[in-house]
């Protein structure tokens, strides 16, 4: 399973939720998803995922179903959103988490994830009861926290255009709650790049 962005209007496809590039020009970035088969020669599904800005996906994992789960970050305000938690584009860019049936052709869930500002998905893990843990930064002091572990306020330091924090949101299995959204940082620019679930917990 193969997650990223690309700028190619001749990216190769195969039974794709989304056929075509919908960047806007040529210089603009669509998510895409993609699964091998075991071999690694043949396309299993391959299909873009964007609007009509730059949509960038920079994570994904992968449950015992066989459904991919994507996080990134989006610009466009139409990104395809399906059963969501946050319906539309809340700052300039929002993160965003979807997850793909497992042959790839639909999405179960699609939501964005943001506040005012930049916002980015940049890992996903899935725990034993379907729920995706989303690690990222975010720069948006009205990001959606909730649960205890909400921090009351960010983002952090550096100038305003740099000031950073890292988030970790945990998402119900059906795409439609924050169990809990948090604020990770201090001062200065915080990011959170990568995140793992334990077995058995």
């Not at 790839?104 to 009861?129: M, N």
């Not at 989303?134 to 100038?159: E, I, K, L, Q």
């Not at 890292?166 to 995140?195: C, E, H, N, P, W």
Request: proline residues 5%; without cysteine; glycine residues 16%.
């Amino acid at each position: 399973y193969v997650a990223g962005y690309t700028s190619s209007p001749n990216f190769p496809t195969r039974n794709p939720i989304q056929a075509a590039h919908r960047g806007g020009h040529a210089l603009r970035m669509d998510a895409f998803a993609a699964k091998l088969n075991a071999a690694g020669n043949a396309l299993v599904y391959s299909t873009y995922l964007g609007g009509v800005s730059d949509d960038l996906a920079m994570g994904i994992a992968v449950d015992a179903s066989g459904s991919a789960y994507l996080t990134g970050a989006t610009h466009s305000a139409d990104f395809p959103v399906r059963n969501p938690l946050q319906p539309s584009l809340a700052g300039a860019s929002d993160a965003f988490l979807a997850r793909l049936d497992p042959a790839g052709t639909a999405l179960s869930y699609s939501t964005f994830i943001g506040g005012e500002s930049d916002d980015f998905g940049l890992a996903v893990a899935l725990g034993p009861s379907g729920d995706a843990y989303v690690a990222g930064a975010t720069g948006s002091a009205r990001f959606p926290t909730a649960g205890a572990a909400a921090a009351p306020a960010g983002p952090g330091g550096g100038a305003a255009a740099l000031g950073f924090d890292g988030f970790v949101s945990r998402v119900a299995a059906g795409g439609g709650q924050l169990v809990y959204s948090t604020y990770l940082g201090g001062s200065g620019i915080d990011m959170g790049k990568l995140i793992a679930f334990m077995s058995g917990q």
